[in-house]
């Protein structure tokens, strides 16, 4: 079934389970959309560790923090725990049933400093400006905003000196893990059909060691197989010249990626030529600077690969691979909103904390 059908008939259903079901199985429906939050906050702070990141931020009682999109409010109970009943935190977001349930378990563990807020989903609320902010959280939300430049040009005016912003985001950046390639045998038939499809030889073919085509061809499909492949690809990408087998063949960056990816390509290759990254020797690339050849590089795995592996879905989430909102894109519109990075940390594998403050006037 097509995709918006499917969309309009579940739309459809729930309006109607809504209309006739009785108060007890549409509270359970609630439930679920909270109980699902709550699931996801969980796993996702095995790879934020909000406690840590909290405890690192240097709070002292008395500050106001905002918790932009609190979902179900992880990080807003630690802000407020950690202020020992001073100071303010504002949970936000826009769904209501998420605002009761942090109203709700706010008042049953005895916080008091923490309100929970519903906000308008389009553009900055009026709320935001009743108050003045030492920290603002942004944890995994600023991919969900629109008009972003315009919301952070105004939210800049209801920031306290030397405020701070927290943005958590998904760093599409890491090389590979073992885990990542879990499901060798997809792995393998992928580079082999590609291998012997009639668009020219495959630069990822070329690019695998002598001992990876063996062990390939005697049919290995094992932890040796696995190992392997996991050294060429995290060395294809840290390669700053990996990118160009693909931008010099038309038929790959055509069919490799969709038009926010070309775009995204673009504007990495762009800021890492004006870095003179592809002139350097490799071993002269900084951490920082490698990271985003690392970014560039990944892309042309997703358009090759992950699209066709099977579980890819489990090793990148969806929602990072698809909406596109990268790490640099932030950079870029919150430098035209009037902020500047003070410092980025990486998380875990797969987030980062950045910290922006707003520029001099
Ligand atoms: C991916 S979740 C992240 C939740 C939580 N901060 C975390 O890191 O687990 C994004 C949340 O932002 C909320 N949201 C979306 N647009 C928003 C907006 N304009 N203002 C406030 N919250 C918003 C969504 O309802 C959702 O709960």
Not at 99 to 119: I, Y
Not at 218 to 242: C, Q, T
Request: with cysteine; aromatic share 12%; glycine share 4%.
């Amino acid at each position: 079934m097509n995709k918006k059908v499917t969309a309009v008939l579940t739309l459809m259903l729930s309006m109607i389970l809504g209309s006739i079901l009785p108060g007890q199985a549409r509270s359970a429906l609630k439930d679920h959309s909270i109980q699902h939050s709550i699931e996801r906050q969980t796993v996702r702070d095995k790879f934020i560790n909000f406690e840590s990141l909290i405890n690192s931020l240097g709070i002292i009682e008395g500050m106001t923090i905002l918790d932009i999109g609190a979902s179900a409010g992880y990080a807003s109970f630690l802000f407020a725990e950690k202020l020992h009943g001073t100071g303010e935190v504002f949970a936000t977001e826009v769904r209501d049933v998420l605002v009761d349930h942090v109203a709700g378990e706010a008042r049953q563990r005895g916080l008091t400093n923490l309100t929970s807020v519903l906000v308008k989903v389009d553009g900055l609320d009026d709320f935001y400006s009743q108050h003045r902010y030492d920290i603002v959280l942004l944890s995994n939300v600023y991919h969900c905003l629109d008009n972003r430049i315009q919301y952070f040009s105004k939210l800049r005016e209801f920031l306290k000196p030397n405020a701070r912003l927290v943005i958590v985001m998904y760093n599409q950046d890491h090389l590979f893990s073992e885990d990542s390639l879990s499901d060798i045998e997809a792995w393998v038939s992928n580079i082999v059909a590609t291998y012997s499809t009639d668009t020219g030889s495959n630069p990822f073919f070329e690019e695998l060691s002598t001992a990876t085509r063996q062990l390939i061809s005697a049919g290995d499909r094992g932890n040796s197989l696995r190992l392997a492949l996991l050294e060429d690809f995290n060395r294809m990408l840290k390669n700053p010249l990996f990118y160009k087998h693909f931008y010099t063949n038309s038929y790959f960056r055509e069919n490799f990626f969709t038009p926010p990816e070309r775009n995204l390509a673009n504007w990495l290759i762009m800021m890492l030529q004006e870095d003179g990254v592809f002139e350097k020797p490799a071993d002269q690339i900084d951490a920082r600077t490698m990271r985003t050849v690392i970014r560039l590089n990944r892309l042309f795995f997703t358009g090759q690969f992950y699209k066709s592996v099977k579980n890819w879905r489990e090793f990148i989430p969806p929602s990072d691979a698809n909406r596109h909102t990268s790490k640099y894109v932030m950079f870029r519109e919150l430098d035209a909103a009037g902020y500047k990075v003070a410092s980025e940390t990486s998380l875990s594998t797969y987030y980062d904390a950045i910290i922006m403050v707003p520029k001099a006037p």
